[in-house]
């Protein structure tokens, strides 16, 4: 139950959405076993993507089918084997693991792990090939100065490759760091608070968050973030690239 009875900050617009863990309701599938499944972020709100929250109640068993879908997946704790074709991959915490359409992902869920899976439908260009799998550990990706800025520090997870049509970044700030300007683009983001608070600011409106809250962003929303706190604060998100609109 909520601090105060009948009381959330999850919000809900026409063009961003607040998601904080108080509200979440657990979804099930077919097939799927051994987990608590929450469904983040979807079409059903506006969004051209869905975000899943997946926890190992025990270890359990998630498979998307073979079909116009592909997958980013990240471990925020815990541990998972992932199948994608043939070969199984074992992620640990701060693993990651990007799936192209085509192939049924099947992940085995260790229990009490928690992960972020990222789920759109590929965008084809002619002449371009479709992406390779790729995998890693965000531990083993170096961090870059955002716009020279040591305080916010970006760290890119997938190539940078007009194969994939999406990124996805863990951006770290230290208390007092901010994005350097209010920014509005194209590009629609799923974001999830991983560590710290900080405020976050969706179009004209400024939200506390802190981790585990999750945000949505249509393209052009403006958006803006301040690190508060005594520690840093770290988010994962997600945002589509290298297509024409």
Same mark, same amino acid.
């Given at each position: 139950m909520s601090p105060?009875?009948?009381?959330t900050r999850t919000v809900l617009a026409a063009r961003h959405a607040l998601i904080a863990p108080d509200g979440h309701?657990?979804?099930?599938? +077919?097939?799927?076993?051994?987990?608590?499944?929450?469904?983040?972020?979807?079409?059903? $709100?506006g969004a051209g993507f869905s975000q899943f929250l997946i926890?190992?109640?025990?270890?359990?068993?998630?498979?998307?089918?073979a079909d116009e879908h592909e997958h980013a997946v990240y471990i925020e704790s815990g541990g998972a084997q992932v199948t994608w074709g043939d070969d199984p991959i074992h992620l640990a915490q701060g693993g990651f693991l990007f799936a192209?359409?085509?192939?049924?992902?099947?992940?085995e869920v260790e229990a009490g792990s928690r992960l972020t899976i990222y789920r759109k439908?590929?965008?084809?260009?002619?002449?371009?090939?479709?992406?390779p799998m790729v995998h890693g550990n965000s531990a083993e990706v170096p961090s870059e100065p955002f716009l020279g800025n040591e305080n916010a520090r970006l760290q890119i997870l997938l190539p940078v490759?007009?194969?994939?049509?999406?990124?996805?970044?863990?951006?770290?700030?230290? +208390?007092?760091?901010?994005?350097?300007?209010?920014?509005?683009?194209?590009?629609?983001?799923?974001l999830l608070m991983l560590a710290g608070q900080g405020i976050y600011r969706l179009e004209d409106r400024y939200y506390p968050v802190t981790a585990?809250?999750?945000?949505? $962003?249509? +393209?052009?929303?403006?958006?803006?973030?301040?690190?508060?706190?005594?520690?840093p604060a770290t988010y994962l998100y997600h945002?589509?690239?290298?297509?024409?609109p």
């Open positions: 105060l009875f009948g009381s309701v657990p979804s099930d599938f +077919p097939g799927w076993s051994g987990l608590t499944t929450h469904v983040i972020i979807s079409p059903a $709100m926890i190992g109640k025990t270890a359990g068993i998630a498979s998307f089918p192209p359409a085509g192939s049924e992902l099947r992940i439908i590929f965008q084809s260009v002619p002449g371009i090939g479709a992406p490759d007009p194969r994939y049509d999406l990124a996805m970044n863990l951006f770290t700030y230290q +208390p007092g760091a901010t994005l350097p300007f209010v920014e509005t683009h194209i590009m629609e983001h799923g585990g809250d999750a945000i949505w $962003m249509a +393209p052009y929303c403006p958006q803006w973030f301040a690190a508060i706190g005594d520690s945002k589509d690239i290298h297509r024409l």
